[in-house]
């Protein structure tokens, strides 16, 4: 079993950036690709980003949300990945969930992840 804790979020003003972390505990998750998600009240969770096991080559964004403004990373050795967030927006505003899924594939899909954490809640204010 893989536990996930998710921390950073809070409320910032439009504009301004927040940096999510989640840490696992359980087992080593180098070896798990993992995913930012987000959900809204009244909306479908939706995928944020997401890094493969090996990094950098597998990493993806929901472009039409993010648009370079948010950047996925790991540290193995912490078994932990963040989220940073830049230039946030009200719509951003969301619970964010951290997932992990036992692949070496980047899904973008919620059913495909089999691990989660309680979410986070970020709030942007205009």
């Known amino acids: 079993q893989v536990q996930l804790v998710e921390s950073g979020g809070g409320l910032v003003q439009a504009g301004g950036s927040l940096r999510l972390s989640c840490t696992a505990s359980?087992?080593?998750?180098?070896?798990?690709?993992m995913g930012w998600f987000r959900q809204a009240p009244g909306t479908e969770r939706e995928f944020v980003a997401g890094t493969s096991w090996n990094g950098g080559s597998g990493t993806l964004y929901n472009v039409d949300s993010v648009k370079g403004r948010f950047t996925i990373s790991r540290d193995n050795a912490k078994n932990t990945v963040y989220l940073q967030m830049n230039s946030l927006k009200p719509e951003d505003t969301a619970v964010y969930y951290c997932?992990?899924?036992?692949?070496?594939?980047?899904?973008?899909?919620?059913?495909?992840?089999?691990?989660w954490g309680q979410g986070t809640q970020v709030t942007v204010s205009s």
């Open positions: 997932a992990a899924r036992l692949n070496f594939r980047v899904e973008l899909a919620a059913a495909q992840y089999d691990y």
């Open positions: 359980g087992r080593t998750v180098s070896r798990y690709t």
